[in-house]
């Protein structure tokens, strides 16, 4: 009796003592939902936070993606450069003065942080690049594979992290190379051929679904939709006046120009469906101010976009975005489509169809202006625009994930000021 | 009679209930499974050690009991199964420990010369850890294989003063190993020229965890200490026992480092900032710093580490003849052990520094031994004690932390002197925040650690002891 008494004591004993240790805690972020534990962003350099001609710690912040995470309530940990940029951002694009005062070509490297990137979207990166740092076609943003990427692949970077969520804007700079040359405005040689395109964003799918992450696809944008370049319509207007409404009326500045003239082969209705970048046609109103006779004509191949290039680049982007959205409904991805809002925001005067070059022909040059979704580089989306794709991205998580993210994202979540 | 009994019993009640720690502490990678037997009842034995010859590691004066004209031989060995995981905060990735049965053998040989005086040697291992982690765990830049191995060879000595004290004694010749290896992540490592000074790989955009090389650290050496004890038996049914084990320093004064590198795989894209031409492998610019003369070339490593001294007292109590209750405070002093420093003969080398920091420790053990018939006891346990180390400084090397440990055992007299015992031991840590990055690479004010570490042990152990 006595020992059986002994050994309940003990046995009481025994369990109590198994309560004497506790246990510390994970300190994990309070993500909303278990999909966003390792949020992956892949891309170009929208998703990278690229803007004004430059990249920051302070413009990454402002990335959609940055903005998705701060909703998600997740670790989002991107290649943060240092200030004031690799290159920085103009801070006044119509001198090319970055913030700063650094030279275009500086860079103030990467602050090399010891933890797995989220955001691994490199500038300059078409789909064929996300799984091969070679055989893209020479680019400005080439240094940023090795500054940002350290020369591995998105693929690769993304593999590393095991991710639950990733979301794939890509495409956008296998058609807008064309746009945007400036040594051949429209060369539609830069178009990334469909089947190449086709075949290369399959890759990529399939390497991201072997990792079993979640998928949100978003479409290539309509880069002729973008204000970096203009109806030469609208500059013979300028400079020669007598048009209609909804063409602007003549600018006495422009037209007190003598050395700058806008071809008759520019004029409305014809000159509607030639495209002007912003930098070539400042170039030459520059030059013509300078002293050298200067003039947009719409003959000229090299300087204008012609219909029939923005009919191959239209073409290419509504090809390549039936493709990734039969890539995405095939594959259970979430997609979102980009071009309906981006139509919406120019029909609305968002995206204005000339951008504000007044600034550029004052004695103290200020910055051209285009819109509030834009940055001053007239491609790439400005912070405020970052916050709408933010917005428009997380309900379509929601919708097709069952999610729960705030939309408005910075509603909730504490976001840096756009 | 009965009121004898009551006395005995309060007495084994008070050392199992009366003494709980409020805040108990630590054992580091002190090791304390020398017998089947002691590992049965929660390795308590420093005032009634078992007769197994394992009084030499318990308590050196309990081996003056073992009888005149009498010799012992036993053997054992336990094998413990580790397991356990890195989880990272941020990203919830998880490592795991390798699947591994490590044994820590012992071997005893005593000899009674008269009934009040014996004599023995015994081989064990006091300290000792091995943590055995993937190579592609996010600790490897730490360590992902860490292994202490330091075998104490111990002539022993102990008299029987009279029915109420026995000393004893004995000299430890101590042979040690030490073995770190780890990978080196290239994002840490400074460009050098014509980078400016302080630009790392990293701020050229390699990201961290980019291996490029593995380290292979070891050797060996040796050092000498003592460990002496008392027991006093004031009554029948009560001792009390105290053992001290001093601190011992092992230089490793020979050991060698070698370095292989890894191939990060990695072609340098068009406008590298290294200015070299696209498509060049950055492992053959890297390649040259393993050669002769390079930072990291194979060469002659060193370094020390420190025993910590441990004081252990406790009783035993026979509530009833059948039954011993058995209670041990084990003092260690950890606070010697601040840091490991590993020193390159090569000068272009630079010495690794491992901050550990750590504090005093102090674990308690409680024991019990039921002898169900003269052949049979049966025995358990539960022993309580923290980490030695600071949580800024727990990290894939040593994952340590306050633990509680349950342990069972049986043990069976046969004929002829041979006794075979066995025991089972579960060890219950608890979770434990730590690091896997350099303790440098947090900001300034937070928290030092990225994440929690899990572990948890089963450990079986056997011995053999034949008395002739």
């Known amino acids: ?418 | 009679m009965t009121r004898q009994w009551h006395l005995r019993f309060a007495l084994g009640t008070a050392l199992l209930l009366g003494v709980l720690p409020a805040s108990a502490a630590a054992q580091g990678y002190s090791v304390n499974e020398h017998s089947a037997c002691a590992t049965g009842r929660a390795g308590t034995g420093v005032a009634a050690p078992c007769a197994d010859g394992s009084a030499m590691v318990y308590n050196p004066a309990g081996l003056s009991s073992i009888g005149k004209g009498r010799t012992l031989i036993a053997a054992g060995a336990t094998f413990i199964a580790p397991g356990g995981s890195f989880t990272n905060d941020n990203t919830g990735l998880k490592s795991d420990l390798s699947s591994k049965v490590y044994p820590v053998p012992t071997v005893y040989l005593a000899h009674g010369f008269s009934d009040r005086f014996a004599a023995g040697i015994g081989l064990y291992a006091p300290y000792g850890l091995t943590t055995d982690w993937s190579p592609s765990s996010e600790g490897r830049f730490i360590g992902y294989k860490t292994l202490i191995r330091n075998i104490y060879l111990q002539p022993t000595v102990a008299f029987k003063v009279n029915r109420y004290l026995q000393i004893g004694g004995g000299i430890d010749f101590n042979f040690g190993h030490v073995q770190l290896r780890q990978h080196l992540d290239l994002s840490t490592i400074a460009v050098g020229p014509p980078a400016p000074a302080g630009v790392t790989f990293g701020n050229l955009g390699i990201p961290a965890g980019t291996d490029f090389a593995d380290a292979n650290l070891q050797g060996n050496g040796t050092s000498v200490g003592g460990h002496f004890g008392v027991i006093v038996t004031p009554v029948k049914y009560l001792s009390l026992g105290i053992r001290y084990l001093t601190k011992q320093t092992v230089k490793y004064k020979d050991g060698t480092v070698d370095f292989t590198q890894i191939n990060t795989g990695i072609l340098l894209p068009a406008g590298n900032p290294l200015g070299l031409p696209a498509g060049t492998p950055l492992d053959a610019v890297i390649a040259p710093n393993f050669e002769a003369g390079g930072p990291l070339a194979d060469g002659a490593a060193s370094t020390q580490l420190t025993n910590p001294e441990q004081w252990t007292f406790g009783a035993a109590v026979n509530p009833t003849d059948k039954l011993t209750l058995l209670f041990d405070v084990s003092l260690q002093q950890w606070s010697v052990f601040q840091q490991v420093v590993f020193q390159f003969a090569n000068p272009g080398t630079p010495d690794v520094t491992l901050p550990q920091g750590n504090k005093n420790t102090t674990g308690y053990r409680f024991g019990a031994q039921y002898a169900v018939t003269p052949m049979v006891d049966l025995r358990i346990g539960y022993i309580n004690h923290n980490g030695a180390l600071p949580a800024d400084n727990v990290t894939p090397n040593l994952p340590e932390g306050k633990r509680a440990e349950f342990t069972a055992g049986v043990g069976f007299n046969l004929s002829g002197g041979l006794r075979i015992d066995g025991a089972y031991q579960y060890i219950d840590q608890a979770d434990r925040r730590g690091r896997t990055l350099p303790a440098g690479d947090f900001p300034a004010g937070t928290s030092q650690t990225n994440g929690l570490f899990n572990f948890h042990a089963h450990l079986v152990s056997a011995s053999v002891s034949y008395v002739f």
């Not at chain 1, 014809?270 to 004509?297: E, F, Q, R």
């Not at chain 1, 719409?298 to 923005?310: F, G, K, L, Q, R």
């Not at chain 1, 309900?395 to 976001?415: E, I, Q």
Request: one cysteine or more.
């Open chain 1, 1 to 418: 009796m006595k020992t059986n008494r002994l050994a309940a004591s003990l046995v009481l004993t025994l369990a109590t003592l198994m309560g004497c240790h506790s246990d510390e805690s994970l300190n994990s972020p309070t993500v909303t939902d278990p999909l966003f534990q390792r949020y992956v962003a892949m891309g170009n350099s929208i998703t990278a936070g690229f803007q004004s001609g430059g990249i920051n710690d302070s413009t990454q912040q402002r990335s959609y993606a940055r903005l998705l995470s701060l909703g998600m309530q997740t670790s989002f940990v991107y290649p943060k450069l240092n200030m004031p940029g690799c290159p920085a951002p103009f801070d006044v694009n119509t001198t090319q003065h970055r913030v700063g005062g650094a030279a275009g070509t500086d860079c103030a490297l990467n602050a090399a942080q010891p933890q797995l990137l989220n955001d691994v979207a490199v500038p300059g990166n078409a789909v064929g690049t996300l799984l091969s740092n070679f055989g893209g076609l020479p680019s400005s943003f080439d240094p940023l594979k090795t500054l940002m990427a350290g020369g591995r692949t998105e693929i690769e970077l993304m593999q590393v992290m095991h991710p639950t969520l990733v979301s794939l804007w890509i495409g956008n700079n296998d058609v807008l190379g064309a746009f945007i040359s400036l040594s051949n405005a429209g060369d539609t040689g830069q178009i990334t051929p469909l089947a190449q395109f086709n075949a290369q964003y399959d890759s990529v799918a399939d390497a991201i679904d072997a990792t079993g992450a979640k998928v949100v696809a978003i479409s290539v944008a309509n880069v002729t939709n973008i204000p970096f370049a203009s109806s030469a319509a609208i500059y013979y207007c300028l400079k020669n006046g007598g048009c209609p409404p909804p063409f602007p009326p003549q600018n006495a500045t422009l037209a007190a120009i003598p050395t700058f003239t806008v071809n008759a082969n520019c004029a409305p209705p014809a000159g509607i469906n030639y495209l002007v970048p912003w930098p070539i046609a400042l170039g030459k109103v520059s030059a013509a101010v300078g002293g050298t006779p200067s003039a947009i004509d719409c003959a000229d191949t090299i300087s204008v976009i012609s219909p029939e290039e923005i009919t191959a680049m239209a073409v290419a982007v509504a090809s390549y975005n039936a493709h990734i959205q039969s890539v995405a409904a095939a594959r259970g991805w979430a997609y979102w489509d980009i071009n309906p809002a981006l139509s919406a925001l120019r029909a609305a005067g968002s995206i204005p169809a000339l951008p504000d070059i007044s600034g550029a022909l004052s004695p103290t040059p200020t910055p051209i202006g285009f819109g509030p979704i834009f940055s001053q580089d007239g491609v790439h989306p400005s912070s405020v625009a970052h916050r709408l794709i933010a917005d428009s991205v997380a309900a379509t998580l929601n919708a097709k994930f069952g999610t729960t993210l705030p939309v408005p994202v910075c509603g909730t979540a504490s976001c840096p000021a756009p």
